[in-house]
């Protein structure tokens, strides 16, 4: 009968200790598991902890579309300058250091037209020991509307847009750069939204274009 006791005792002394065990483990775990409920929220509703880059009104104005071919960024203007300079001394005379933030400056080639031509100068540079990146540049925004009938990688490309539209009496149409380099045919003058792209439906069904609204 007392080793029946002493049985009983050892078992419910065990059975205690597993409880404490079990417990301090949950305790433990409990911040982990708030830590991994947190994330789980925050990635459900899409929250990013990354700033959006916004414009901050110290930027180099840009007025046309294409593409830059950039060779470093610093954080100051003289760096960059440097970093433009050692690129005009190996034979690239059209670097210059523009201010992409309130904060960093870089040093680019601008201008470029067309996807092809940076990819060569860019090929070009690697063979001085130089590694600039081809980076979209998008004009600053006007606000006007445009619709545009198409874009492609030349100018010479995209005049049989223009003649197609033309032939549906589409005239006057302009060119101009395209972001990320080619050209744009558009038309514009467009009062509000509604006319822009009610304009857009109509000449898309004529031409067989696909004529798109921008706001530039």
Not at 63 to 71: I, K, Q, R, S, W
Not at 95 to 105: H, P
Not at 153 to 160: F, Q, R, Y
Not at 196 to 214: D, P
Request: one cysteine or more; proline letters at 3%.
């Amino acid at each position: 009968m007392a080793r029946s006791r002493h049985w009983s005792q050892r078992v419910h002394t065990a059975f205690s200790r597993s409880l404490l065990s079990v417990w301090a483990v949950k305790k433990a775990m409990l911040p982990l598991l708030l830590f991994l409920l947190a994330a789980t929220l925050i990635l459900a509703g899409g929250v990013s902890g990354a700033p959006a880059k916004q414009k901050q009104g110290c930027e180099t104005p840009v007025y046309e579309n294409g593409l830059d071919l950039v060779f470093g960024r610093a954080k100051s203007q003289a760096a960059a300058d440097k970093i433009a300079q050692l690129a005009v001394t190996v034979g690239f005379k059209g670097v210059k250091t523009v201010q992409e933030s309130c904060s960093v400056w870089k040093a680019v080639l601008r201008g470029l037209d067309s996807f092809s031509t940076a990819v060569g100068v860019q090929a070009e540079a690697r063979t001085v020991r130089k590694f600039p990146t081809i980076e979209c540049v998008t004009a600053q925004q006007t606000g006007q509307l445009q619709a545009i009938f198409g874009t492609l990688p030349t100018v010479g490309e995209l005049s049989a847009v223009i003649a197609r539209a033309n032939s549906f009496g589409y005239v006057g149409l302009k060119t101009k750069r395209a972001p990320c380099g080619g050209y744009q045919a558009y038309v514009a003058g467009f009062s509000d939204k509604a006319q822009a792209f009610e304009f857009a439906q109509t000449a898309s069904e004529r031409t067989g274009l696909h004529v798109t609204v921008i706001k530039a």
